[in-house]
Structures are given as structure tokens and as C-alpha cells.
């Protein structure tokens, strides 16, 4: 198998290659195999795209949540506190 139809066959690098490039800056040769790979499947650039959509809007929930300090009442603390304990006896 020549390394062009690696590339091309490989879906599971390119989903760790998707997932890399949202946190961090791929390098040369893993961006052009990426681009080379998503130019060929379907799936994979549905991936791309719905994991974007995902991690942005897990970003806007982290900004929001720390920007709105959302605590939970004391009524739900003291529920959870007795569940955890009768689960654990």
C-alpha cells in the first residue's frame, strides 16, 4: 500500500489529527495529510465539522458557567450528600 493510500485509508488518524487541531497547531506534514484525507471522505469531514460545532459550544458553556457562577441550591447539595451516603453503606 503506498503512503498516499495510508493517508487516504486512514480515518482514525485523521479523527486524532481533527481533535489535535483544536487544541493545538499541526504541524506542516500533519496538516497537508489531514487536508489530503478530509478531501476524500465524506465522514470524515462530517466529523470535522460536528466536532467543531462541539467544542465551541463547550467553550460558550465554560464562559457562560464561569462568567455566570452557577452554584447549586442547598436543598440538591443535601440530596446528593444522603444519596451518596446510603449508596456507599
Request: charged share 30%.
Amino acid at each position: 500500500m503506498s503512503y498516499l493510500n495510508k493517508i487516504l485509508n486512514n480515518c482514525k488518524q485523521a479523527t486524532f489529527l481533527i481533535e489535535k487541531k483544536q487544541i493545538k497547531r499541526l504541524s506542516f506534514r500533519e496538516g497537508i495529510e489531514l487536508r489530503i484525507h478530509l478531501a476524500g471522505c465524506g465522514l470524515c469531514q462530517l466529523y470535522d465539522k460536528q466536532s467543531h460545532i462541539i467544542n465551541s459550544m463547550v467553550q460558550q458553556l465554560y464562559h457562560d458557567t464561569f462568567k455566570n457562577e452557577l452554584k447549586l441550591d442547598d436543598t440538591f447539595k443535601a440530596d446528593l450528600q444522603a444519596r451518596i451516603e446510603r449508596e456507599m453503606n
